[in-house]
């Protein structure tokens, strides 16, 4: 099953926004609220973690049609991570409550985005296998 992205943006009638981004522009920093759902429409996005002393790793690579950020499912209240933009990017801020409303009134929806999470842990996984 492969997601469908005007499926999601269809579904998403409220509590988004959309915002360009220049190259290392900070979507969103680490510790920062973690109050939205994002999905990358252009661009290339990282997402990367800095330790109490100060080194940086990167722990994400994300293209177009990908999300992030959706620890805020799960009840973080804040970042574990930075996301930064690689090149110019288009990104949509879905909020955690229309995220949560198109989840749970959307089951197609709902079941694209769990297979799309799955789909890209796999992938990280078998990266940090590497």
């Not at 998403?12 to 920062?32: C, E, L, N, W």
């Not at 609220?33 to 996005?45: H, S, T």
């Not at 620890?71 to 930075?82: E, F, V, Y």
């Amino acid at each position: 099953m492969t997601f469908d992205p005007k499926a999601f943006l269809a579904a998403v009638s409220h509590g988004r926004t959309i915002t360009k981004y220049a190259k290392d522009d900070v979507i969103f920093p680490q510790a920062g609220p973690a109050d939205a759902v994002f999905y990358v429409q252009k661009g290339r996005i990282k997402i990367v973690v800095e330790s109490e002393q100060g080194k940086e790793a990167v722990i994400a690579l994300l293209g177009a049609g990908e999300f992030f950020g959706e620890g805020c499912l799960i009840g973080q209240p804040l970042r574990l991570a930075t996301a930064r933009a690689m090149a110019e990017s288009e990104v949509m801020r879905v909020g955690k409550g229309e995220m949560i409303r198109v989840l749970q009134a959307e089951p197609s929806f709902g079941e694209l985005f769990t297979a799309h999470l799955l789909t890209r842990n796999s992938r990280i996984e078998a990266d940090l296998v590497d």
